[in-house]
């Protein structure tokens, strides 16, 4: 099946350097697929799972903990890796072999997505320019329509198991697309995910509040965020404001990012 | 009276022991080779060996496969395994507890805080000092960590020259909620690329090795795994309690800082390069105190043996199982041997005392 799917990437494009890319990292799979590239992948990292397509490639583990010979077993001739992807030992090997290891970083913004996008494109030598414009696009009706958006103030919930709230602090994916949907992030004062008191809460008394979708013991439905101490006083939970969306999709800052920002935009105004 | 002793417990059990170890040994030669055939990529030592032989050029990926990857992480996973459960035998035998492993003496606590200190805090310390180390700086954490927290429990549990082996299991216990307490706190501060490290390290992995890490650890642990046989004789005589040993001529001060120091390099250099696999300092002693009996003069050697089969093996099914992806190898070794360890305890319930 593998074999197939390189048969056909070689025969579709033949000119092309590198023919079998491991990708590791989901905001650069969602850069290579935008970019149309996704048949000469032949392996991903466990975070890879939007498009659907990446699905059936090989799994090489989860981002932080990659192996070095499962990495090699692919043969792969360029390792595509987000900044995070490691261990450094097992990059380091791998690139002792032969493997050009590419690492692309880039920050929670409208700038970062653009910069991840050009990034991915060199490295596979294409061209971005396209993606780049239609994504560049987007991000400019986004800014216009941010300029009549409300300002509310939004508190992100990572998780609330047990009762404890998690909430994003600054410096991370969901102040990011907090910010690029013109809304505020209602907490202030920490970097990264942590969790809040009760009392923090009731101070930052936000407008709305904003979950990924996702079920299990993360999931938190509108009655038990209303029985909750804290999050059942805020005005959010009072008038209902509560926004979930799909986590891959909101904080991927991937190409789709302009997308999820108007789309948040909208579920927050409603 | 003979009958009331049961076969297996009677006469000189040395002819057995022996026999035991040499099939150890066999044993480990068997996992060792195999281990070195099998892996994520398809490559085969003997076809590689074949065209080296007739003159070809090896290729640079099966080169780094066989060389860089596959071989020091057999070495490594031979000597951490031989590293854990000599080390736990050693504390079986000093603490004259069937459930004592190197965990008691806190070494795997301060690993484990070295080791969260690095990862949490380590973006602190000078350029120059991170580009220096390197990658080698949460090994070196680790150890650091395991060692300090060892050194201070002996100095607690020493009181004008003598050491208390029961100030120091309730020491070593205070200890290691201390260290965990202040993980917690480094825990807390963590951001959420630092806790999937912390998470990953703690589950264990031979996943890093390189030549250059097994050369900084290896000297510790070879220097630990050749001390252990001079303690033997002294840990035999302490099974018959601290005043016993001395009157039969056992420096018994002598032989427990001894026994405390190779313990304390034994596991702080093997959770150093590997993170926390547990579950080996406490299984491969008992299965050989069934199999062999408890002298020590037999069982230390055999535990080295056993524990670097066991660990190899582990992480051959750690690194081929879920392929390309790779399991930590913590969960292989608590999975496969829990049940196995139980099923033992039960089958031969009245040999497991000390």
């Not at chain 2, 417990?9 to 002819?15: K, V």
């Not at chain 2, 590689?48 to 640079?60: S, T």
Request: charged residues 15%; contains cysteine.
């Amino acid at each position: 099946m593998r074999g197939l799917l390189v048969v056909a990437a070689l025969a579709a494009a033949p000119a092309l350097a590198q023919e079998r890319v491991v990708v590791a990292g989901s905001a650069l799979c969602e850069v290579v697929a935008a970019l149309g590239q996704v048949d000469r992948v032949v392996g991903r990292d466990t975070t890879c799972l939007y498009p659907e397509v990446f699905a059936a490639l090989p799994d090489v583990g989860y981002l932080r903990a990659l192996s070095p010979e499962g990495l090699l077993s692919l043969d792969p001739d360029l390792i595509l890796a987000d900044v995070d992807a490691g261990p450094p030992a097992t990059l380091d090997l791998v690139s002792a072999s032969a493997v050009p290891v590419v690492r692309i970083a880039a920050d929670f913004t409208e700038a970062g997505v653009i910069a991840r996008i050009e990034g991915v494109a060199e490295a596979l030598g294409v061209d971005p320019a396209p993606l780049v414009g239609s994504v560049t696009e987007g991000f400019a009706s986004l800014a216009e329509a941010r300029s009549n958006a409300a300002s509310p103030r939004v508190l992100f919930v990572l998780s609330a198991a047990g009762g404890r709230v998690m909430a994003a602090g600054q410096g991370t994916a969901a102040q990011g697309i907090l910010t690029l949907a013109g809304a505020q992030n209602a907490i202030d004062g920490f970097e990264g995910y942590r969790p809040l008191t009760d009392e923090a809460i009731a101070a930052a008394a936000p407008d709305a509040i904003l979950m990924m979708d996702r079920s299990g013991d993360h999931a938190l439905d509108d009655a038990a965020i209303l029985a909750h101490p804290a999050l059942g006083l805020t005005p959010a939970a009072q008038n209902g404001r509560i926004v979930r969306m799909d986590g891959g999709f909101l904080l991927g800052f991937g190409p789709r990012t302009p997308e999820a920002a108007r789309a948040l935009m909208q579920a927050l105004e409603g | 009276m003979v009958a009331l002793t049961p076969p297996a417990l009677s006469g000189d059990r040395a002819p057995r022991a022996q026999k035991v170890t040499l099939a150890l040994l066999a044993l480990l030669l068997a996992v060792g080779v195999v281990s070195l055939a099998v892996g994520a990529a398809g490559v085969s030592p003997w076809a590689v060996l074949q065209d080296w032989l007739a003159g070809e050029a090896i290729g640079l990926r099966e080169r780094v496969i066989l060389l860089d990857i596959r071989l020091p992480r057999l070495a490594t996973g031979a000597l951490v395994g031989a590293s854990l459960a000599v080390a736990g035998a050693v504390m079986q035998g000093l603490f004259r507890n069937p459930l004592a492993d190197p965990g008691i003496v806190g070494v795997s606590a301060g690993a484990s805080l070295g080791a969260a200190m690095v990862i949490v805090l380590g973006g602190l310390l000078p350029a120059a000092v991170l580009a220096s180390v390197g990658s080698h700086l949460l090994p070196l954490g680790a150890f650091l960590g395991g060692w300090s927290v060892t050194m201070l429990l002996y100095r607690i549990s020493t009181r004008a020259g003598r050491t208390s082996v029961a100030t120091m299991l309730l020491a070593g216990i205070a200890l290691t909620a201390l260290a965990m307490a202040v993980m917690g706190l480094l825990i807390f501060i963590a951001n959420d690329a630092q806790l999937r490290d912390l998470t990953f390290w703690n589950m264990g992995s031979l996943a890093g090795s390189s030549w250059t890490r097994l050369a900084a650890a290896a000297p510790v642990m070879v220097a630990g795994l050749m001390a252990a046989p001079f303690l033997a004789r002294a840990l035999n005589a302490l099974a018959l309690g601290e005043a016993t040993a001395l009157h039969l001529g056992i420096r018994v001060e002598r032989a427990k800082r001894l026994a405390i120091l190779a313990v304390a390099a034994l596991t702080g250099a093997a959770v150093a390069v590997s993170g926390g696999i547990g579950f080996v300092g406490i299984v491969v002693p008992h299965l050989l105190r069934l199999a062999m009996g408890p002298d020590h003069r037999f069982l230390l050697p055999a535990a080295g043996l056993l524990g670097a089969a066991l660990l190899i093996g582990a992480d051959m099914v750690a690194r081929t199982i879920a392929a390309p992806a790779e399991l930590p190898i913590g969960i292989v070794t608590a999975l496969a041997g829990g049940p196995f360890f139980l099923w033992i305890l039960l089958r031969k319930r009245g040999l497991v005392d000390l």
